[in-house]
């Protein structure tokens, strides 16, 4: 969606519930390297329903960050952005091969039918994600409603940046993981957010499954200052250094979080329930990746793998990034730069007009 500026460098820019992440990864003859980055903080009344209804206080956020407080810099004004993904949709349509025109009112009259607002409320945009051996096609089709949008918009253009792309946060996070981490298996991406869980499955052309889950990191961090009888930062403290692994209070830990972890387990067994039924074509998911800033919870990994019969690791974004000469993010923040940095590496031949 409003594609522009095909052969520019730029850099992706996350806006979250309270927080604001910047990437810019060059593409050099030595691999992908990342020029700078940062993070910066805003209170979370600034957006409502995924609609910035304070763009000056985004504003100011992002003016300060890009400025003063990023690690390296930034050498474009182009930013790819990403887009909520519980005010977003996500869509894999098969469609007969057909001329353009046709194919786009195909598509606009499958939004119209599938998503639960009116097409002209909508911003949607579409691309092949592949071609059958029948001839047919299959459409990655992604809307958003306007409203969302040109929230974002304005923000951007106060801060004179150019938007060259914007696309699902799934999308996103999808492009980090599938350039860190090489595999030839359906994977079930499970992106743990600060005030939820999004969960994605990709089979090596198109998002096949998306949900959303009602878990996040901020109440596993209350459940476990509830429990222990400590403060919201010492709780946090415990749950990055001891998460569910052995440890004195692990009993009381593992209690205390297993009501969210258990809503995380049952979405993540209803969304592979669904792709096995009606999209997998047989093939089952072969892995589970778990990224986002609520994924620094030590044990997790092992948990969803004993529950789900699945293997499950944390993503390793770095793989095949490299920061030069700075400072990469603390261990406990990589997670926190997975959609900024799949923004950046998208591709041009990716950009179509």
Not at 36 to 51: C, L, Q, R, W
Not at 324 to 330: A, I, S
Request: aromatic share 6%.
């Amino acid at each position: 969606m409003g594609i522009l500026y095909k052969d520019k460098p730029m850099f992706g820019f996350d806006i979250g519930r309270s927080s604001i992440k910047v990437m810019q990864i060059t593409q050099t003859a030595k691999g992908s390297v990342v020029t700078g980055y940062g993070t910066a903080s805003f209170d979370p009344k600034a957006i409502k329903e995924g609609v910035i209804v304070d763009p000056e206080t985004i504003i100011k956020v992002a003016h300060d960050l890009i400025e003063k407080h990023l690690v390296g810099h930034l050498t474009t004004r182009h930013v790819a952005v990403s887009l909520p993904n519980a005010h977003s949709f996500s869509r894999v349509v098969t469609l007969p091969k057909m001329k353009p025109k046709d194919l786009a009112q195909a598509i606009k009259s499958e939004v119209d039918q599938s998503i639960p607002m009116p097409v002209d409320e909508l911003y949607y945009d579409y691309s092949v994600a592949q071609t059958l051996e029948d001839g047919s096609q299959e459409i990655q089709v992604v809307a958003c409603p306007r409203e969302i949008i040109d929230s974002y918009l304005l923000v951007f253009e106060a801060l004179g940046l150019e938007v060259t792309l914007i696309e699902s946060n799934i999308s996103a996070v999808t492009r980090i993981v599938v350039h860190a981490e090489a595999h030839d298996v359906s994977t079930l991406i499970v992106d743990i957010g600060s005030n939820a869980c999004d969960l994605s499955i990709y089979d090596g052309s198109a998002i096949r499954a998306t949900g959303t889950v009602d878990c996040s990191g901020e109440r596993i961090t209350q459940h476990i200052a509830d429990a222990l009888g400590v403060s919201q930062q010492q709780a946090h403290s415990i749950k990055t250094r001891y998460g569910l692994e052995l440890s004195k209070k692990q009993d009381k830990i593992v209690k205390a979080v297993e009501p969210e972890l258990n809503k995380l387990v049952n979405e993540i067994r209803k969304v592979m329930r669904y792709f096995a039924d009606r999209e997998s074509n047989g093939s089952p998911i072969g892995q589970i990746i778990i990224l986002g800033g609520g994924a620094n919870l030590p044990g997790l990994s092992t948990y969803l793998t004993d529950r789900t019969r699945v293997p499950t690791r944390l993503c390793a974004p770095w793989n095949n990034v490299s920061f030069g000469r700075l400072q990469p993010p603390h261990e406990l923040e990589t997670t926190l730069y997975t959609t900024a940095s799949g923004l950046s590496l998208v591709s041009p031949q990716e950009l179509t007009v």
